[in-house]
């Protein structure tokens, strides 16, 4: 005699490339929100609401009636605070400074970096770790503090450069008004050379050694590896510095704030257009104020952005 059992079903198999159930992805999403809603909050509060803030005031003007500050009307103006911008010789002349500044002192400094930061990365180099910090100091300087320091190196009676200068009939002022852009990019260059050159000297760390023994065994070594292959390959480090450079030059202030606090002749509470805004709001101006910023923004933004899809586009094209 024979018995018939019955066996539970077999579970049915699971679908190819499910993926999570929506339970587990909604948990996801939530836990995700709530690490970036600290974040979102101080961004939007310091960054997004004062730039939104800004751009609505320069469309406003404030019409005042009498001498003596009597009664106020603020209009819509449209442009007009940017055209008045614009046509202000000041803050013109502080743009076309601080672009020359950047021009020239850019490159030297993003250079300097990049030689300091490939004799580190030689095989020769020692004392790395003493050279690195040593590079880096400067950087760690408070940029006020540093400023104080070089207006007192420059000055002309007690500068030690002027005596070395004079001997081979240089007699140069370093502080007077035709030599304050030089003395500027040196305090810059001095200040940031260390930290651009950190940047660089990580992204030379992280090369793959097999790439540079290869090029070793064909031959191509010293100045010739750092040229063809070196370089080449830390080129996102290099546009990287670039962009964070264009974005402090425009943005200078401290190092010609002290000079011009200093009384220093050749300086000026003009000479950036960061310095030329600060003292058109301290005038009651906060609305043209606000026009010279969004165009220094947008300027910076421009110069930014059209460095990076200029790389891009050659390295696509390579």
Request: some cysteine; glycine content about 8%.
């Amino acid at each position: 005699m024979s018995t018939l059992t019955s066996s539970p079903p077999a579970p049915a198999p699971a679908r190819a490339g499910a993926g999570p159930s929506r339970r587990h992805r909604r948990r996801t999403a939530r836990n995700a929100a709530g690490f970036l809603l600290p974040f979102g909050i101080l961004f939007t509060t310091m960054m997004l609401a004062p730039i939104g803030y800004a751009i609505y005031q320069s469309f406003f003007q404030v019409h005042r009636q009498g001498l003596f500050g009597g009664a106020q009307t603020i209009r819509f103006a449209w442009f007009a605070n940017y055209a008045a911008a614009l046509r202000d010789g000041d803050f013109t002349a502080s743009l076309g400074r601080v672009a020359l500044l950047g021009v020239v002192q850019v490159p030297v400094m993003l250079g300097l970096a990049l030689l300091l930061a490939l004799l580190l990365d030689s095989r020769s180099a020692r004392l790395r770790k003493t050279f690195r910090l040593t590079f880096f100091l400067p950087y760690a300087l408070p940029g006020a503090i540093a400023a104080v320091m070089w207006s007192f190196l420059l000055i002309k009676d007690l500068s030690p450069f002027t005596g070395p200068l004079a001997a081979i009939g240089l007699h140069i002022d370093f502080l007077s008004a035709g030599w304050i852009p030089v003395s500027i990019g040196n305090m810059i260059t001095w200040g940031w050379t260390g930290y651009n050159m950190l940047i660089i000297y990580s992204s030379l760390q992280a090369l793959p050694g097999e790439v540079i023994e290869a090029a070793a065994l064909d031959n191509c070594t010293g100045w010739r590896l750092a040229w063809y292959v070196k370089i080449p390959m830390i080129r996102p480090a290099l546009v990287l510095t670039t962009v964070f450079s264009i974005i402090g030059t425009a943005q200078l202030y401290t190092e010609p704030a002290v000079l011009a606090a200093a009384r220093i002749p050749g300086a000026s509470n003009k000479f950036s257009p960061i310095m030329n805004t600060t003292l058109t709001a301290s005038q009651a101006d906060s609305n043209l104020a606000a026009a010279e910023s969004v165009l220094l923004a947008l300027v910076t933004l421009v110069l930014s952005f059209g460095l990076l899809k200029f790389t891009q586009r050659k390295t696509a094209d390579a």
